[in-house]
């Protein structure tokens, strides 16, 4: 069973996003819609085939740690291993480093093939290619062979190390520290000292080798540690170091302190690690943890944030995946569930049969709500993923509002799919009653599982303040004037169509809203005010964006299907649904957003 509907992928994908004219740009000249037909396909079927058979049973039985390591379920490896087989692993890398060079679009949606099937299998590859394109962009050629080309082809996974027991997403706090230590092909040497937590895909027996990223800070001149963001720098920390053929050979000094046992996601382990313990782990008997420095000291923030912004965007796309799949689950329960009689101006008779709940207006309420949300999610981060690609246009101009506008949507991109994914599973559970509190359905293990999207890579606050601290008010609302030259262009289009006169009409007035607000927050003399309800204002903002693609795809499909097709009613009706009934919830956050309350500020710490 495929949990991502083929002709709303194929709608958005080919009639929306046009990817087709993606084969103009040099970067993707080799390839044609039949190759990304192909992919597409071969997806949906592995992921059917190895990622969804076991999704409950990974659920059951979590990853273990032994005298050995730690080990997850064998299924887990065999599904990795079709994975990388069929080239998933190296899709949207360079041919030179052994890649396919597909759009980045094209990966995505066959991503959320794989994310919906088994989200926690899908989180080893997530991370290994967040890891070997960091390596592929800022390592030195050496590096790029040793460490990215066995993560590009799929033998080694790779991991992000960044919070610390003591400091989650405060990474000036960081307290691991890195050590100057000689210097070798591989570049520079460090010895690594420090604590590492929330490591997912941190130890584990489904491939060869792990590749650590790792955030440290390099000593200064007197040999402490710098406060804030001084001396952070980033380092390849192998699990094993390499013999001289490039193959995995002794342990380095990486130790598993213990596993975080979660409410979801439970597939992938989760670890705490220890570097430079100095035990028997230690290599070549010093002590501390063998890692290459990649890029310059102090750069290791600017350079780990290009791989964070790729895993926000692959949160959200997640988060999309479990709520298209609890969707889809709700409609086929909804369908099939016999429960009650439609009442009329007379009252109910209760000789007459059951009706199916799909046909009472509480439950198509709860199916809207969730068909909104889920497929409002997979626009906004196909969206996305075609501005990753716009950015290898020919055009600099292009290339410069793809880049801006991408920026100012990775917040939203992340956070949104992932407040309103959820809200969508809790829905899918609602929907089946009783029966969705209990573990024979799908759906409660769903909302476990997407539970995490909020937190994980920047909690859902900490894009908030992103978002309205620097993509707005450091940006002087740069970046949002380009969004707002693009809504324009949409409600321009949209309204030659009768049928969508309303709607840029409400979409028109929502713009005004935000654009006010954003116009307050810019010009705040004390500009930490701004940030005192900086996650209504992501919310809202998040609406706002998810209704104009809405639209944007809906004045698209009026132009290419016909007036009688279900599938025209269908999105047409769920337009509607979103623009009418869900984009007036944004006025009363803008206005909290407006009205600087303080409320939350005045709260003594102590008080509470």
């Known amino acids: 069973m495929s949990f991502i509907d083929h002709q709303t992928l194929d709608f958005l994908l080919y009639d929306w996003l046009k990817v087709e004219e993606l084969t103009r740009y040099a970067r993707y000249k080799d390839h044609s819609p039949e190759t990304f037909d192909s992919i597409l396909e071969l997806s949906a079927k592995i992921a059917a085939s190895e990622f969804a058979t076991h999704y409950k049973k990974s659920d059951r039985e979590e990853p273990y740690i032994d005298a050995s390591g730690v080990h997850v379920l064998p299924e887990i490896k065999t599904a990795l291993a ?13 041919s030179d480093l052994g890649g396919l060079q597909l759009p980045n679009v094209i990966q995505t949606a066959a991503m959320a093939h794989f994310m919906a099937a088994n989200i926690a299998t899908a989180a080893f590859p997530m991370l290994t290619c967040a890891n070997a394109r960091v390596i592929a962009r800022f390592g030195t050629e050496a590096q790029k062979w ?6 590009i082809d799929g033998r080694w996974f790779g991991t992000m190390c960044l919070s610390e027991p003591q400091a989650g997403s405060s990474l000036s706090d960081i307290t691991t520290r890195a050590v100057i ?4 092909s591989l570049g520079p040497n460090y010895r690594v000292f420090g604590r590492k937590m929330w490591i997912s895909g941190g130890d584990h027996d489904a491939c060869e080798n792990i590749v650590h990223l790792v955030l440290a800070k390099v000593p200064g001149e007197e040999g402490r540690l710098l406060p804030g963001m001084g001396g952070i720098s980033l380092f390849v920390v192998p699990k094993r170091l390499l013999l001289e053929t490039g193959e995995p050979g002794e342990m380095n000094d990486v130790v598993v302190a213990g596993l975080n046992h979660k409410m979801g996601y439970r597939g992938i382990s989760n670890c705490a690690l220890n570097f430079g313990e100095g035990s028997k782990h230690s290599p070549v008997g010093r002590d501390g943890a063998v890692g290459y420095l990649v890029g310059q000291v102090g750069q290791g923030l600017a350079i780990m944030f290009h791989m964070m912004n790729e895993a926000r965007i692959a949160i959200g796309l997640g988060a999309t995946a479990l709520a298209l799949r609890g969707y889809r689950h709700s409609v086929d329960y909804a369908r099939e569930r016999p429960q009650g009689r439609l009442a009329s101006i007379s009252g109910k008779n209760s000789a007459s049969p059951q009706v199916a709940i799909i046909e009472h207006a509480d439950v198509k309420h709860m199916l809207l709500r969730q068909r909104a949300y889920a497929e409002g999610a997979l626009a906004l981060i196909l ?26 949507l990775t917040p939203v991109a992340k956070s949104w799919p992932s407040e309103f994914g959820l809200a969508a599973n809790d829905l899918a559970i609602q929907v089946h009653g009783g029966y969705g509190y209990t573990r ?5 293990q769903l909302y476990r599982d997407n539970r995490l999207n909020p937190i994980h890579e920047g909690t859902n606050g900490i894009q908030a303040i992103d978002l309205v601290g620097r993509k707005i008010i450091r940006d002087r609302g740069t970046a949002i004037q380009s969004l707002g030259q693009r809504i324009m262009a949409t409600i321009e289009r949209a309204g030659l ?33 701004g940030m005192d309800h900086a996650s209504s204002f992501l919310s809202a903002f998040g609406h706002v964006v998810v209704a104009w693609l809405w639209l944007d795809q809906t004045a698209t499909l009026l132009k290419v299907t016909d007036r009688d097709s279900p599938a025209r009613t269908a999105r ?10 869900e984009l007036p919830k944004i006025y009363p956050q803008l206005d909290l957003v407006r009205s600087l309350n303080d409320v939350a500020r005045a709260m003594p710490a102590d008080a509470f």
Not at 505 to 526: E, F, G, H, M, Y
């Open 497 to 529: 169509f009768d049928e969508l006169e309303d709607y840029c009409r409400i979409l028109r007035q929502a713009w005004a809203a935000t654009s006010a607000t954003v116009s307050d927050l810019v010009n705040l003399n004390d500009t930490s005010r």
């Open 181 to 184: 230590d000689g210097h070798d």
């Open 146 to 151: 040793a460490f990215a080309r066995p993560q």
């Open 572 to 581: 047409l009706l769920t337009c509607r649904y979103f623009i009418e009934v």
């Open 440 to 444: 024979d359905f799908d759906v409660e």
């Open 383 to 408: 969206y996305c993923a075609r501005l990753v690609d716009d950015g290898f246009s020919e055009d600099e101009a292009e290339r410069a509002d793809a880049t801006i506008l991408l920026d100012l």
């Open 82 to 94: 079709a994975f990388a087989e069929a080239g998933f692993f190296g899709a949207t890398f360079e």
